[in-house]
């Protein structure tokens, strides 16, 4: 199967299993560019068959401006499908959005 096929799979079982909805064609213009879409949320899934994936700064900012643009959270998803990964998946958020959410700062507060 071809490396888009794959990646078509991977985002429509993502959102399907999370309640969002893939964005078709994602990647292919500059307005879309994240892969899958929640109420409150835009996600960029990326994959690999290896045990490691780089990263770039740029598809991250890219994420943010979207994901602000839409008064969204930007969600980064990595999954990792080869032979001994167990098929992890891992989310990525940006520190300053965790810090603004409600729970983090009830929770801080409550330490002090």
Do not use: Y
């Amino acid at each position: 199967m071809s490396v888009r096929k794959d990646s078509d799979r991977l985002e429509k079982t993502i959102a399907k299993r999370l309640g969002g909805q893939r964005v078709p064609g994602s990647g292919c213009t500059r307005t879309r560019n994240q892969d899958v879409r929640f109420e409150g949320a835009l996600m960029q899934v990326k994959s690999t068959s290896k045990e490691s994936i780089g990263i770039k700064l740029a598809d991250l900012r890219q994420l943010v401006t979207d994901s602000m643009n839409a008064d969204k959270a930007p969600i980064f998803l990595i999954t990792f499908t080869g032979p001994g990964t167990h098929n992890d998946e891992w989310v990525c958020l940006p520190l300053w959005w965790i810090e603004g959410q409600v729970w983090w700062n009830n929770k801080i507060n409550r330490q002090r």
